[in-house]
Structures are given as C-alpha cells and as structure tokens.
C-alpha cells in the first residue's frame, strides 16, 4: 500500500533505514485514517447498506 517498497529481506538494512521506513510508513497510515474520516464526515452520499443499517440502529432504540 506505501509508495515505497519495503526493504528486500536478503539485504542488510541498517537500523537508521528501518526506523525511517516505519516512521515514513506511520505517517502513511495517519493521513490515509484522516483522509477516510474526512471523506466519511464530508460525503453526503451513503451506500444503501450504510443506510439500511442507521435505519436498523434506530430503529432498534425506539420505544413503542
């Protein structure tokens, strides 16, 4: 899924090399939970099954 590949596992990879690709690799993962929030908060439009089920959540919680 990273832009960049992971390091081959038969060469030596330096300690400096691995923490730079996990720290890379971090903030990968941080803007990309950003971007889905965002885009779950932003996007007016809900999947059919997303609306089955927020019908069915209150649905569940409405006393008679």
Partial sequence: M??????APHRDVSPEEVREHLRRRAIFLR????ARELRRRVTPHRSRRARIHAALRRRTFRIN
């Fill in 2 to 7: 990273d832009a960049e590949p992971c390091p």
């Fill in 31 to 34: 803007e990309l939970a950003e």
